[in-house]
């Protein structure tokens, strides 16, 4: 009898061991035979800042980074209050911070699918029934109210992460608005510095032409004389005159110049035009020396946000591709749900209503004409074109501070032959004019030498504003004080993962 027993158990086992593996094998052919990404893949992959050359370009001068406050340097208060202004008015970074609230709600609702939900709800419907469907009499071929309130909850198991996927690439595209916040706020603080730069530059340039008109009235006096003692005739008189009212046209055009510019700083500000009226003269200094700081290229790319931008959208697009992945899997979601439901409004209340039901749903994506392949397809180029542009604005922003700093560079050593230019021409100018007054030269002289000064003096101007909105662009290319203070997964990692 026991080994009758025995004998009846090691079948039992056997069957159920056999029923396990027929269970594991039809699962295994089942999901053979579904949708898959085999074969998609991304070869894509973030620079590094160190893979580029550029110890000659951008050499380690044992500078600093530009503070937030950056145009404090130049030391005009008018320009600080500009900037401070634009800072709380300007539409467009009302814009950026509005993109900013959308990303964020984005992240929110990601978030809200991770959870549990819960719902309630009542309906009230009247309706005839057939007396020859599935209601029987007394029910069948009469009007009835049904009364139905439900109290339901659900909850997506989420075993292969893609709403957790989900809500990580929300959260980084919430960084990169925050960033390209931050660069907005940088492209108009720059914008209203050189653009208040300009503005000095056209006063300046006023100055020299109101100079040049007194120059040219003294020339026209010297002349009227010359021709009274029969040294000049009325073609040197004439020729006086044209160049006086030359002066006089460039300077009503320096005027109008100058006026275009303030409106042009009232529209940064966000103001309209009369804003700018009220615009004084700008006082700005030369600002502090130029050295680039140590770590450079490599700690750009926290200094940038641009670029801080860019390496958000990677790691985005990062977990999208993840979570296309996960579209691939079988997705199970739990319900239950417990309320009343009744004809009429009588037994509504009553413990005979009570309707319950819970359970899981299980989705398995088998066929569905490359649908999901085809997401994914789209998700990694959506990644290739997320690492393409970061590597883009990486090589732009390296250039942009070689370029700006060989401007300044340059810009230096081209002032000091322009300021020996700017003395020899002055000397010559007041030379020529002493012998034409004392009848010693003509007039042809001390119109040229007149001419070389007066372009002298404006490559000189020229050069020193040329040489600040380098400086300005230069801080702007270094990040302008940004500093990103939030942990990005590493650009490598997210390339690798994305895989």
Known sequence: MSNQSNTTSSTRQRASRALKVGVSVMFAAVLSACVNYAGIHSDAKTAE???YATQQSIPAEQGHWPAANWADQFGDAQLKALIDEALKSSPTLDQARARVAAASAYSETAKASTMPRVDASYSLTRQQFSSTALVPPPYGGSWQTENKGLLSASYDLDLWGKNREALKSAVSQLQASQADAEFVKLTLTTSIARTYNQLARLYVLRDIAQQEIAQREQIDRITAGRIATGLDTEVERKTAQA????S?????????????????????LGAGPDRGLQIVRPTLGLGDEVRLPDNLPADLVSRRPDIVAARWRVDAMTHDVKEAKAE???DINLSAAIGLDAFGFGRFLTAASRTASVGPAIHLPIFDAGELRAQLKGRYAD?????????????TALSEVATQLAD???T????????NAQDAARQADKLALVQYKAGLTNQLTVLNADVNALSADQAVANLRMDRRDQQIALASALGGGFVDASNASDPNTSAVAAR
């Open 49 to 51: 800042p160190q893979q």
């Open 243 to 246: 160049n006086l009212a030359t």
């Open 248 to 268: 006089r046209a460039t300077l009503k055009a320096l005027d109008g110049r100058i006026l275009t510019t303030r409106y042009q700083i009232a529209a940064l």
């Open 328 to 330: 691939f899997y079988p």
């Open 383 to 395: 990644f290739d074109y997320a690492v393409a542009t970061y590597n883009q604005t990486l090589v």
């Open 408 to 410: 300044v560079r340059s």
């Open 412 to 419: 230096d050593g081209q002032l000091v032959d322009a300021q």
